[in-house]
Each structure stands twice: as structure tokens, then as C-alpha cells.
């Protein structure tokens, strides 16, 4: 009963390196998600995919790339990481884009020098 | 557009004290709303929402939130808390102006004193 999973659990990056976080999920969902979480801004949509297929931009997409690998696999990628986006970053699912409940994976703690 | 204030970055009970968490929004819509927890190093979990119908909601772990729309609020209450009550606490709001997608408030860490 994995649910959501992301990799790594924590990752520290100098700056101007690249880096692709990944997360899979088993539920058979057809959303999926990325956000990242700074304290005291909850947490803040950087992509999303609403169907395999397609992906679409958050509220904070400068830096990031994402891919929609197949129905399972959504993963984002940093291609020149800076200070700015040492954060938490969360992969979540949900069934459709209609409100019903989002899951979500353990986090990537990722920190950048 | 579409926007949470959580009021109280950080709150303080006592255990066996009521919790109230503040929360109000902003939509241009009827929204759907959502109350997340989140464990120390762990992803967030769904504790109750509120789609259509009953404005009281309850959820998991004794939490209940009532939707008031003349107030756009929805308050998370317990009436006694408990020690593993301790968590970070997030609201959430949906609507069909933003895409239904998810808009967080800036959370509220609840503190539970023996």
C-alpha cells in the first residue's frame, strides 16, 4: 500500500548542478502534482499534470521542468539549481481535478550551496 | 483569484484544552475547502473537507470544521487536545475559478503543553 513515493528523501546540490526528483504513484490516479513548502507559505504549486499527457504551470514554475513519464511517474527537474529553491518539495495525487482528496509523498528536503 | 489566510502561525494549548485553528479564504466561487495535517518529516494527510451540503464537517482524529459562508471561514476546532495533536495544520481552498486547483494558507504549527 505504497501510495505516493518520492526520490531522494534529501538531497543537498551546489549551485548551477541538476538534479531530477522522481515520484510514482499506485492508486491509478490521473492528477498529479508537484508544490514545495518554505516556511510560512504553505505550500505553493510549481507544476502540474491533470492527465497523462499533458503538464501545465503552477504559481512558481521559473527553474523547473517537469515530465510526465506515463500515468504513474510524473518527476521535476532542476536544470541549474539555486539558493532560491532549497525547499521541501512534495509530490501529491488525486483522482481528477475536482476536488477530491489529494495524497501525498514523504517529501524531498533538498538543499542548495 | 483565489487565496487562504490562516491566522496564528504558531498556537499553544494545553492538553485537554479546546484547539481552534482559524481559517478564511477568498473565492470568487462557491469553494470546496480542506483541512490538512502534516507529522514531523512526513507528507500532508487529508483531516476533513467540505464539498457541498452539511456545513459542519467532521473529520479524522475528533477535528471538525464548520463552513461558514457569511464569514468566509472555516475554522478547525477539537473540543480536548492531545498530545499527538501536535503537527503542523493546513487549509485549504478549491474552486472552479483557479482550475480546482489546490490553494494553501501559510499553516499554523500546533503546540500541545502537558
Known amino acids: 500500500n505504497a501510495g505516493v513515493t518520492q526520490t531522494p528523501k534529501f538531497q543537498v546540490l551546489k549551485t548551477g548542478q541538476s538534479m531530477t526528483l522522481q515520484c510514482a504513484q499506485d492508486m491509478n490516479h490521473n492528477s498529479m502534482y508537484w508544490y514545495r513548502q518554505d516556511p510560512g507559505m504553505g505550500l505553493r504549486l510549481i507544476y502540474y499534470?491533470?492527465?497523462?499527457?499533458?503538464?501545465d504551470k503552477g504559481e512558481v514554475p521559473n527553474g523547473y521542468n517537469v515530465s510526465r513519464l506515463n500515468k504513474r511517474e510524473f518527476s521535476l527537474r532542476l536544470e541549474s539549481a539555486a539558493p532560491s529553491q532549497t525547499s521541501v518539495y512534495f509530490c501529491?495525487?488525486?483522482?481528477?481535478?475536482?476536488?477530491?482528496?489529494?495524497?501525498f509523498g514523504q517529501g524531498t528536503r533538498l538543499t542548495v550551496v | 483569484a483565489q487565496s487562504v489566510t490562516q491566522l496564528g502561525s504558531h498556537v499553544s494549548v494545553s492538553e485537554g484544552a479546546l484547539v481552534l485553528l482559524r481559517c478564511n479564504y477568498s473565492?470568487?466561487?462557491?469553494?470546496?475547502l480542506f483541512w490538512y495535517v502534516q507529522y514531523p518529516n512526513q507528507g500532508l494527510q487529508l483531516l476533513l473537507k467540505y464539498t457541498t451540503g452539511a456545513t459542519l464537517v467532521k473529520g479524522i482524529n475528533g477535528f471538525e470544521a464548520e463552513f461558514k459562508k457569511s464569514e468566509t471561514s472555516f475554522h478547525l476546532t477539537k473540543p480536548s487536545a492531545h498530545m499527538s495533536d501536535a503537527a503542523e495544520y493546513f487549509c485549504?481552498?478549491?474552486?472552479?475559478?483557479?482550475?480546482?486547483?489546490?490553494?494553501f494558507g501559510g499553516g499554523t504549527r500546533l503546540m500541545v503543553k502537558p
Open positions: 501529491a495525487s488525486t483522482w481528477g481535478t475536482d476536488n477530491t482528496e489529494a495524497f
Open positions: 473565492s470568487s466561487v462557491p469553494p470546496y
Open positions: 485549504a481552498v478549491s474552486g472552479a475559478d483557479a482550475g480546482n486547483m489546490l490553494t
Open positions: 499534470s491533470a492527465s497523462e499527457g499533458t503538464t
